[in-house]
Protein backbone atom coordinates (compact mmCIF):
# COMPACT_ATOMS: atom_id res chain seq x y z
CA UNK A 1 0.00 0.00 0.00
CA UNK A 2 2.89 2.38 0.96
CA UNK A 3 4.69 1.84 -2.50
CA UNK A 4 1.58 2.05 -4.34
CA UNK A 5 1.30 5.79 -2.37
CA UNK A 6 4.76 6.69 -3.19
CA UNK A 7 4.06 6.15 -7.05
CA UNK A 8 0.84 7.96 -7.24
CA UNK A 9 0.44 8.91 -10.90
CA UNK A 10 -2.51 10.55 -9.88
CA UNK A 11 -3.99 13.38 -12.99
CA UNK A 12 -5.55 15.62 -10.14
CA UNK A 13 -3.49 18.38 -8.59
CA UNK A 14 -3.74 18.24 -5.02
CA UNK A 15 -1.76 21.90 -4.66
CA UNK A 16 -3.18 25.16 -5.66
CA UNK A 17 -0.38 26.46 -8.50
CA UNK A 18 1.14 30.33 -7.74
CA UNK A 19 -0.70 32.79 -10.00
CA UNK A 20 1.30 34.14 -13.40
CA UNK A 21 0.66 37.45 -14.72
CA UNK A 22 -0.60 37.37 -18.52
CA UNK A 23 1.54 37.09 -21.02
CA UNK A 24 2.39 41.06 -22.71
CA UNK A 25 0.87 40.06 -25.78
CA UNK A 26 -2.51 39.34 -24.18
CA UNK A 27 -2.92 42.38 -22.26
CA UNK A 28 -2.83 46.54 -22.57
CA UNK A 29 -2.47 48.09 -26.04
CA UNK A 30 -0.64 44.76 -27.64
CA UNK A 31 -3.32 42.63 -26.48
CA UNK A 32 -6.18 45.35 -27.68
CA UNK A 33 -5.04 45.48 -31.02
CA UNK A 34 -4.13 41.52 -31.21
CA UNK A 35 -7.53 41.21 -30.87
CA UNK A 36 -9.45 43.49 -32.28
CA UNK A 37 -6.85 44.92 -35.13
CA UNK A 38 -5.22 41.85 -35.95
CA UNK A 39 -7.37 38.71 -35.30
CA UNK A 40 -7.36 37.21 -38.60
CA UNK A 41 -6.07 37.96 -41.99
CA UNK A 42 -9.08 39.65 -42.89
CA UNK A 43 -8.79 41.88 -40.44
CA UNK A 44 -5.45 42.31 -40.74
CA UNK A 45 -5.94 44.27 -44.50
CA UNK A 46 -8.70 45.75 -43.49
CA UNK A 47 -6.78 47.45 -40.56
CA UNK A 48 -3.99 48.09 -43.11
CA UNK A 49 -5.92 49.59 -45.98
CA UNK A 50 -8.21 51.65 -43.02
CA UNK A 51 -4.34 53.22 -41.62
CA UNK A 52 -3.34 53.91 -45.42
CA UNK A 53 -6.40 55.90 -46.00
CA UNK A 54 -6.80 57.90 -42.56
CA UNK A 55 -2.93 58.52 -43.44
CA UNK A 56 -3.92 59.69 -47.41
CA UNK A 57 -7.00 61.77 -45.75
CA UNK A 58 -4.60 63.45 -42.90
CA UNK A 59 -1.54 64.17 -45.04
CA UNK A 60 -3.54 66.53 -47.36
CA UNK A 61 -6.00 67.70 -44.32
CA UNK A 62 -2.88 68.41 -41.72
CA UNK A 63 -1.00 70.82 -43.91
CA UNK A 64 -3.70 72.89 -44.81
CA UNK A 65 -4.76 73.50 -41.02
CA UNK A 66 -1.38 74.45 -39.73
CA UNK A 67 -1.34 77.77 -41.06
CA UNK A 68 -0.13 81.30 -39.28
CA UNK A 69 -2.96 83.42 -40.46
CA UNK A 70 -4.78 84.15 -37.39
CA UNK A 71 -3.84 87.71 -37.27
CA UNK A 72 -4.91 88.25 -40.92
CA UNK A 73 -7.77 91.03 -41.54
CA UNK A 74 -8.74 90.39 -45.09
CA UNK A 75 -8.69 86.99 -47.18
CA UNK A 76 -5.68 88.96 -49.40
CA UNK A 77 -3.53 89.51 -46.22
CA UNK A 78 -3.80 85.56 -45.47
CA UNK A 79 -2.79 84.96 -49.03
CA UNK A 80 0.55 87.19 -48.43
CA UNK A 81 1.57 85.63 -45.16
CA UNK A 82 1.21 82.39 -46.69
CA UNK A 83 3.03 83.22 -49.72
CA UNK A 84 5.92 84.79 -48.13
CA UNK A 85 5.78 81.35 -45.61
CA UNK A 86 5.36 78.56 -47.47
CA UNK A 87 6.20 80.26 -50.73
CA UNK A 88 3.80 81.27 -54.05
CA UNK A 89 0.61 78.78 -55.10
CA UNK A 90 0.60 76.83 -51.77
CA UNK A 91 -2.82 76.16 -50.39
CA UNK A 92 -3.26 76.56 -46.78
CA UNK A 93 -6.11 77.62 -44.37
CA UNK A 94 -7.23 81.71 -43.45
CA UNK A 95 -7.96 81.38 -39.78
CA UNK A 96 -7.77 85.23 -40.04
CA UNK A 97 -11.66 84.84 -40.12
CA UNK A 98 -12.33 82.65 -37.36
CA UNK A 99 -10.23 85.56 -34.86
CA UNK A 100 -12.38 88.22 -36.71
CA UNK A 101 -15.41 87.07 -36.76
CA UNK A 102 -16.01 84.28 -33.84
CA UNK A 103 -17.70 86.49 -31.27
CA UNK A 104 -20.36 87.34 -34.57
CA UNK A 105 -20.87 83.36 -35.22
CA UNK A 106 -21.57 82.50 -31.40
CA UNK A 107 -23.65 85.61 -30.62
CA UNK A 108 -25.14 87.13 -33.80
CA UNK A 109 -26.12 90.75 -33.72
CA UNK A 110 -26.91 90.27 -30.06
CA UNK A 111 -25.29 93.88 -28.94
CA UNK A 112 -21.69 93.24 -27.26
CA UNK A 113 -22.49 95.19 -23.83
CA UNK A 114 -25.02 92.54 -23.10
CA UNK A 115 -23.22 89.30 -23.89
CA UNK A 116 -23.72 88.89 -19.87
CA UNK A 117 -26.85 87.64 -19.95
CA UNK A 118 -26.69 84.73 -22.59
CA UNK A 119 -23.40 83.97 -20.75
CA UNK A 120 -25.60 83.91 -18.02
CA UNK A 121 -28.50 81.90 -19.66
CA UNK A 122 -26.01 79.04 -20.48
CA UNK A 123 -24.45 78.50 -17.27
CA UNK A 124 -27.95 78.47 -15.95
CA UNK A 125 -29.24 75.89 -18.87
CA UNK A 126 -26.61 73.72 -17.02
CA UNK A 127 -27.30 74.06 -13.63
CA UNK A 128 -30.99 73.52 -14.75
CA UNK A 129 -30.00 70.39 -16.70
CA UNK A 130 -28.24 68.82 -13.69
CA UNK A 131 -30.96 67.50 -11.82
CA UNK A 132 -32.28 65.75 -14.50
CA UNK A 133 -29.20 64.44 -16.76
CA UNK A 134 -27.29 63.51 -13.41
CA UNK A 135 -30.06 63.07 -10.41
CA UNK A 136 -28.00 60.88 -8.24
CA UNK A 137 -24.59 63.03 -7.98
CA UNK A 138 -26.62 66.87 -7.79
CA UNK A 139 -27.79 68.47 -4.95
CA UNK A 140 -31.53 68.91 -4.46
CA UNK A 141 -31.44 72.61 -4.42
CA UNK A 142 -30.67 72.77 -8.17
CA UNK A 143 -34.49 71.73 -8.78
CA UNK A 144 -35.25 75.02 -7.60
CA UNK A 145 -33.07 76.41 -10.84
CA UNK A 146 -34.64 73.66 -13.28
CA UNK A 147 -38.17 75.04 -12.31
CA UNK A 148 -37.87 78.57 -12.46
CA UNK A 149 -35.47 78.15 -15.90
CA UNK A 150 -38.19 78.02 -18.39
CA UNK A 151 -39.03 81.78 -17.20
CA UNK A 152 -35.75 82.87 -16.44
CA UNK A 153 -34.26 82.27 -19.31
CA UNK A 154 -36.33 84.14 -21.44
CA UNK A 155 -36.37 87.07 -19.48
CA UNK A 156 -32.50 87.22 -19.93
CA UNK A 157 -32.38 86.95 -23.56
CA UNK A 158 -34.75 89.17 -24.31
CA UNK A 159 -35.22 91.51 -21.75
CA UNK A 160 -38.19 93.50 -20.41
CA UNK A 161 -39.77 93.41 -17.10
CA UNK A 162 -38.96 90.85 -14.87
CA UNK A 163 -42.93 90.82 -13.94
CA UNK A 164 -43.99 89.16 -17.37
CA UNK A 165 -42.23 85.81 -16.29
CA UNK A 166 -43.33 85.79 -12.64
CA UNK A 167 -47.04 86.30 -13.83
CA UNK A 168 -46.72 83.65 -16.01
CA UNK A 169 -45.15 81.75 -13.57
CA UNK A 170 -47.96 82.48 -11.63
CA UNK A 171 -50.42 80.94 -13.97
CA UNK A 172 -48.71 77.70 -13.68
CA UNK A 173 -48.85 78.09 -9.85
CA UNK A 174 -52.59 78.59 -9.27
CA UNK A 175 -53.38 76.07 -11.60
CA UNK A 176 -50.94 73.37 -9.70
CA UNK A 177 -53.13 74.21 -6.69
CA UNK A 178 -56.30 73.59 -8.11
CA UNK A 179 -55.37 70.15 -9.18
CA UNK A 180 -54.03 69.67 -5.79
CA UNK A 181 -56.96 71.25 -4.09
CA UNK A 182 -59.97 70.12 -6.63
CA UNK A 183 -58.66 66.36 -7.56
CA UNK A 184 -60.57 65.35 -3.76
CA UNK A 185 -64.15 66.97 -4.44
CA UNK A 186 -64.68 67.43 -8.03
CA UNK A 187 -62.16 64.12 -9.34
CA UNK A 188 -58.92 64.36 -11.11
CA UNK A 189 -60.05 64.71 -14.58
CA UNK A 190 -62.51 67.68 -13.98
CA UNK A 191 -59.81 69.36 -11.93
CA UNK A 192 -57.19 69.03 -14.63
CA UNK A 193 -59.72 70.59 -16.89
CA UNK A 194 -60.60 73.18 -14.52
CA UNK A 195 -56.77 74.44 -13.91
CA UNK A 196 -56.25 74.87 -17.81
CA UNK A 197 -59.15 76.63 -18.58
CA UNK A 198 -58.43 79.16 -15.28
CA UNK A 199 -54.79 79.10 -16.41
CA UNK A 200 -56.00 80.39 -19.67
CA UNK A 201 -57.97 82.60 -18.46
CA UNK A 202 -55.03 83.96 -16.18
CA UNK A 203 -52.62 84.04 -19.11
CA UNK A 204 -54.85 85.64 -21.98
CA UNK A 205 -56.57 88.63 -19.65
CA UNK A 206 -54.95 89.02 -16.09
CA UNK A 207 -51.23 88.19 -16.19
CA UNK A 208 -50.36 91.49 -19.21
CA UNK A 209 -52.45 94.21 -17.19
CA UNK A 210 -50.93 93.19 -13.91
CA UNK A 211 -47.40 92.82 -15.09
CA UNK A 212 -47.90 96.00 -16.26
CA UNK A 213 -48.71 97.47 -13.12
CA UNK A 214 -46.49 95.35 -10.71
CA UNK A 215 -43.83 97.62 -13.37
CA UNK A 216 -45.04 100.65 -12.59
CA UNK A 217 -45.20 100.81 -9.33
CA UNK A 218 -41.89 98.71 -8.81
CA UNK A 219 -39.66 98.76 -12.03
CA UNK A 220 -37.26 95.62 -12.82
CA UNK A 221 -36.65 95.41 -16.00
CA UNK A 222 -33.63 94.61 -18.29
CA UNK A 223 -33.03 96.13 -22.10
CA UNK A 224 -35.05 94.75 -24.16
CA UNK A 225 -33.60 93.22 -27.12
CA UNK A 226 -35.14 91.68 -30.31
CA UNK A 227 -35.21 88.42 -32.27
CA UNK A 228 -34.25 90.21 -35.17
CA UNK A 229 -30.45 90.69 -33.31
CA UNK A 230 -30.40 86.87 -32.11
CA UNK A 231 -28.00 84.44 -34.07
CA UNK A 232 -25.20 82.41 -34.48
CA UNK A 233 -24.77 79.39 -32.27
CA UNK A 234 -26.76 81.09 -29.37
CA UNK A 235 -29.93 80.95 -31.88
CA UNK A 236 -29.76 77.25 -32.67
CA UNK A 237 -29.24 76.81 -28.88
CA UNK A 238 -32.34 78.34 -27.92
CA UNK A 239 -34.75 76.91 -30.51
CA UNK A 240 -32.97 73.33 -30.01
CA UNK A 241 -33.00 73.52 -26.44
CA UNK A 242 -36.59 74.75 -25.90
CA UNK A 243 -37.76 72.60 -28.87
CA UNK A 244 -36.11 69.34 -27.11
CA UNK A 245 -37.46 70.32 -24.16
CA UNK A 246 -41.21 70.62 -25.10
CA UNK A 247 -41.10 67.58 -27.94
CA UNK A 248 -40.29 64.92 -25.11
CA UNK A 249 -43.78 65.40 -23.04
CA UNK A 250 -45.73 66.22 -25.92
CA UNK A 251 -44.35 63.25 -27.37
CA UNK A 252 -44.83 60.45 -24.33
CA UNK A 253 -48.78 62.04 -24.86
CA UNK A 254 -49.21 61.81 -28.54
CA UNK A 255 -47.77 57.89 -27.75
CA UNK A 256 -50.58 57.11 -25.58
CA UNK A 257 -53.30 59.22 -26.97
CA UNK A 258 -52.39 56.83 -30.31
CA UNK A 259 -53.13 53.96 -28.15
CA UNK A 260 -56.18 54.70 -26.24
CA UNK A 261 -59.20 53.00 -26.61
CA UNK A 262 -61.09 56.29 -26.56
CA UNK A 263 -62.03 57.03 -30.21
CA UNK A 264 -61.40 60.79 -30.97
CA UNK A 265 -58.27 60.50 -28.79
CA UNK A 266 -56.53 58.40 -30.65
CA UNK A 267 -58.04 59.88 -34.01
CA UNK A 268 -57.02 62.81 -32.98
CA UNK A 269 -53.13 61.91 -31.70
CA UNK A 270 -52.96 59.74 -35.26
CA UNK A 271 -54.17 62.40 -37.56
CA UNK A 272 -51.81 64.85 -36.03
CA UNK A 273 -48.64 62.61 -36.11
CA UNK A 274 -49.06 61.14 -39.61
CA UNK A 275 -49.79 64.77 -40.90
CA UNK A 276 -46.81 66.25 -39.39
CA UNK A 277 -44.73 63.61 -40.17
CA UNK A 278 -45.47 64.01 -43.48
CA UNK A 279 -44.64 67.40 -44.19
CA UNK A 280 -41.12 68.87 -44.14
CA UNK A 281 -39.72 71.19 -41.49
CA UNK A 282 -38.78 73.58 -44.01
CA UNK A 283 -42.94 74.13 -45.59
CA UNK A 284 -43.47 74.00 -41.24
CA UNK A 285 -41.00 76.82 -41.15
CA UNK A 286 -42.55 78.78 -44.07
CA UNK A 287 -45.91 78.79 -42.66
CA UNK A 288 -44.47 80.05 -39.43
CA UNK A 289 -42.63 83.02 -41.08
CA UNK A 290 -45.22 83.78 -44.19
CA UNK A 291 -48.69 82.10 -43.64
CA UNK A 292 -49.24 82.16 -40.17
CA UNK A 293 -49.52 86.28 -39.80
CA UNK A 294 -52.42 85.88 -42.32
CA UNK A 295 -54.57 84.15 -39.95
CA UNK A 296 -54.12 85.87 -36.89
CA UNK A 297 -56.06 89.70 -36.04
CA UNK A 298 -54.74 93.09 -37.66
CA UNK A 299 -51.86 94.28 -36.04
CA UNK A 300 -51.00 91.07 -34.02
CA UNK A 301 -47.47 91.01 -33.44
CA UNK A 302 -46.06 86.83 -33.16
CA UNK A 303 -42.44 87.01 -32.31
CA UNK A 304 -40.50 85.10 -35.29
CA UNK A 305 -38.27 83.02 -32.92
CA UNK A 306 -41.17 81.60 -30.99
CA UNK A 307 -43.20 80.88 -33.92
CA UNK A 308 -40.23 78.95 -34.96
CA UNK A 309 -39.80 77.32 -31.26
CA UNK A 310 -43.43 76.23 -31.86
CA UNK A 311 -42.95 74.79 -35.52
CA UNK A 312 -40.14 72.85 -34.48
CA UNK A 313 -41.97 71.15 -31.23
CA UNK A 314 -44.58 70.47 -33.09
CA UNK A 315 -42.38 68.41 -35.97
CA UNK A 316 -40.09 66.67 -33.20
CA UNK A 317 -43.50 65.64 -31.01
CA UNK A 318 -44.76 63.78 -33.79
CA UNK A 319 -41.63 61.76 -34.37
CA UNK A 320 -40.77 61.20 -30.31
CA UNK A 321 -44.22 60.09 -29.83
CA UNK A 322 -44.01 57.20 -33.02
CA UNK A 323 -40.46 56.24 -30.93
CA UNK A 324 -42.19 56.24 -27.77
CA UNK A 325 -44.97 54.10 -29.17
CA UNK A 326 -42.50 51.90 -30.53
CA UNK A 327 -41.34 51.33 -27.00
CA UNK A 328 -44.33 50.67 -25.48
CA UNK A 329 -45.29 48.30 -28.22
CA UNK A 330 -41.78 46.15 -27.49
CA UNK A 331 -43.14 45.55 -24.22
CA UNK A 332 -44.39 42.05 -23.41
CA UNK A 333 -47.79 41.76 -22.25
CA UNK A 334 -47.17 40.48 -18.94
CA UNK A 335 -46.15 44.05 -17.89
CA UNK A 336 -49.34 45.43 -18.14
CA UNK A 337 -50.83 42.49 -16.40
CA UNK A 338 -48.51 43.18 -13.86
CA UNK A 339 -49.52 46.50 -13.19
CA UNK A 340 -53.48 45.17 -13.05
CA UNK A 341 -52.27 42.91 -10.82
CA UNK A 342 -51.27 45.23 -7.99
CA UNK A 343 -54.18 47.03 -8.74
CA UNK A 344 -53.02 50.18 -9.91
CA UNK A 345 -55.16 52.85 -12.41
CA UNK A 346 -53.72 54.27 -15.59
CA UNK A 347 -51.86 56.99 -14.82
CA UNK A 348 -50.19 55.41 -11.95
CA UNK A 349 -49.82 52.24 -14.14
CA UNK A 350 -48.01 54.90 -16.81
CA UNK A 351 -46.02 56.28 -14.59
CA UNK A 352 -44.17 53.31 -12.23
CA UNK A 353 -44.05 50.89 -14.63
CA UNK A 354 -45.24 51.32 -18.16
CA UNK A 355 -43.58 54.57 -19.05
CA UNK A 356 -39.85 53.99 -17.72
CA UNK A 357 -39.42 50.19 -19.27
CA UNK A 358 -40.74 52.39 -22.24
CA UNK A 359 -38.36 55.23 -22.62
CA UNK A 360 -35.37 53.05 -21.41
CA UNK A 361 -36.21 50.80 -24.91
CA UNK A 362 -36.76 54.54 -26.93
CA UNK A 363 -33.65 56.25 -25.71
CA UNK A 364 -31.34 55.65 -28.85
CA UNK A 365 -34.08 56.46 -30.96
CA UNK A 366 -35.22 59.32 -28.65
CA UNK A 367 -31.77 61.37 -28.41
CA UNK A 368 -31.41 60.32 -32.46
CA UNK A 369 -34.52 62.34 -32.78
CA UNK A 370 -33.10 64.93 -30.99
CA UNK A 371 -29.70 65.31 -32.61
CA UNK A 372 -31.68 65.76 -35.69
CA UNK A 373 -33.74 68.17 -34.76
CA UNK A 374 -30.76 70.01 -33.59
CA UNK A 375 -29.16 69.92 -36.43
CA UNK A 376 -32.23 71.13 -38.15
CA UNK A 377 -31.94 74.72 -36.45
CA UNK A 378 -29.76 75.51 -39.47
CA UNK A 379 -32.80 75.86 -42.01
CA UNK A 380 -34.03 79.27 -40.27
CA UNK A 381 -31.73 80.88 -41.97
CA UNK A 382 -33.90 79.91 -45.18
CA UNK A 383 -36.82 82.53 -43.37
CA UNK A 384 -34.45 84.96 -42.73
CA UNK A 385 -32.67 83.96 -38.87
CA UNK A 386 -29.20 84.30 -38.92
CA UNK A 387 -28.19 81.35 -37.24
CA UNK A 388 -24.10 80.09 -38.10
CA UNK A 389 -25.18 79.02 -42.07
CA UNK A 390 -26.67 82.27 -42.38
CA UNK A 391 -23.90 84.21 -40.66
CA UNK A 392 -21.42 82.85 -42.78
CA UNK A 393 -23.10 84.00 -46.01
CA UNK A 394 -23.16 87.81 -44.57
CA UNK A 395 -19.66 87.16 -43.76
CA UNK A 396 -18.52 85.43 -47.09
CA UNK A 397 -20.62 88.52 -48.50
CA UNK A 398 -18.00 90.97 -47.00
CA UNK A 399 -15.49 92.25 -49.36
CA UNK A 400 -12.87 91.19 -46.55
CA UNK A 401 -13.63 87.68 -46.69
CA UNK A 402 -15.53 87.05 -50.05
CA UNK A 403 -13.92 83.56 -50.96
CA UNK A 404 -13.61 81.91 -47.64
CA UNK A 405 -15.38 78.70 -47.09
CA UNK A 406 -13.72 75.60 -45.64
CA UNK A 407 -13.13 77.73 -43.16
CA UNK A 408 -16.50 79.18 -41.78
CA UNK A 409 -18.35 75.66 -42.32
CA UNK A 410 -15.56 73.75 -40.46
CA UNK A 411 -15.54 75.70 -37.08
CA UNK A 412 -19.73 75.33 -37.51
CA UNK A 413 -19.17 72.10 -38.12
CA UNK A 414 -17.12 71.63 -35.21
CA UNK A 415 -19.56 73.53 -32.97
CA UNK A 416 -22.42 71.24 -34.06
CA UNK A 417 -19.89 68.19 -33.53
CA UNK A 418 -19.24 68.75 -30.22
CA UNK A 419 -23.32 69.59 -28.94
CA UNK A 420 -24.25 66.21 -31.22
CA UNK A 421 -21.64 63.83 -29.95
CA UNK A 422 -21.96 65.28 -25.94
CA UNK A 423 -25.89 64.18 -26.90
CA UNK A 424 -25.22 61.32 -28.22
CA UNK A 425 -22.33 60.12 -25.15
CA UNK A 426 -24.78 61.00 -22.67
CA UNK A 427 -27.67 58.55 -24.43
CA UNK A 428 -24.73 56.00 -23.72
CA UNK A 429 -23.72 56.73 -20.37
CA UNK A 430 -27.72 56.37 -19.62
CA UNK A 431 -28.41 53.16 -21.50
CA UNK A 432 -25.70 51.58 -19.24
CA UNK A 433 -26.87 53.03 -16.48
CA UNK A 434 -30.16 51.38 -16.51
CA UNK A 435 -28.95 48.14 -18.31
CA UNK A 436 -30.53 45.41 -15.56
CA UNK A 437 -31.12 42.68 -18.37
CA UNK A 438 -27.28 41.19 -16.61
CA UNK A 439 -26.96 42.57 -13.14
Known amino acids: MSNANSNDLSFVRTEILPERTPPTSAIGV ?45 LDECREIIASTFGPNVDKACWGVINDRWIQLLFGFYPSELYWRPILAFILLWAALAPVLFAEGTPRQFLLVTALYPFVMPWLLWGGTIWTPLAILAGFAIAYGIVRLGASMIGTLSAII ?68 LLIVKALCVGFIEFIRGVPLITLLFVASVLLNIFLPPGTSFDIILRVIIMATIFASAYVAEVIRGGLAALPTGQYEAADALGLDYWRAQRLIIMPQALKISIPGIVSTFIGLFKDTTLVSIIGLLDPLGLSNAIRADTDWNGIVWELYGFIALMFFVFCFSMSRYSMYLERKLQTENR
Open 194 to 261: LSVVVALIWWLLVAGPLAGQLQSIIPLALTEVTSRDFGGMMLSIVIGVVAIGFSLPIGIILALGRKSN
Open 30 to 74: VGWMRANLFSGWFNTLLTLLAILVIYSILSVILPWLISPTWGAQS
